[in-house]
């Protein structure tokens, strides 16, 4: 069992910064993903990086603006949010991938004002 809490929302204006934060009990060899999810809207890919944290990809939405990483020292993966816009605005999940099965967390929520 893999246990991930999630950290580092809160609300700001737009245009600004965020840096949330993953953690993850137990040695972090897992590739690792964040999801979202606005009100009323299905959970959406935002990013995603290897075990090794090598790769990563992203969502275009996010593309140029986050910047998905990871410390395995820690056991974090982080999630660096610039240039923050109102559509932003969701509970941000962090997601592990572990063979055939997967794991959330309980979520961090993010919230862009005008």
């Known amino acids: 069992q893999v246990q991930l809490v999630e950290s580092g929302g809160g609300s700001v204006q737009a245009g600004a910064s965020l840096r949330l934060s993953c953690a993850a009990s137990?040695?972090?060899?897992?590739?690792m993903a964040w999801f979202r999810q606005a009100p009323g809207k299905e959970r959406d890919f935002v990013a995603h990086?290897?075990?090794?944290?090598?790769?990563?990809y992203y969502a275009d939405s996010v593309k140029g603006r986050f910047t998905i990483s990871r410390d395995n020292a820690k056991n974090t993966v982080y999630l660096q949010m610039n240039s923050l816009k109102p559509e932003d605005t969701a509970v941000y999940y962090c997601?592990?991938?572990?063979?055939?099965?997967?794991?959330w967390g309980q979520g961090t929520q993010v919230t862009v004002s005008s």
């Open positions: 997601k592990a991938f572990i063979a055939a099965a997967y794991y």
């Open positions: 990086i290897s075990s090794g944290g090598r790769s990563t």
């Open positions: 137990g040695q972090n060899r897992y590739a």
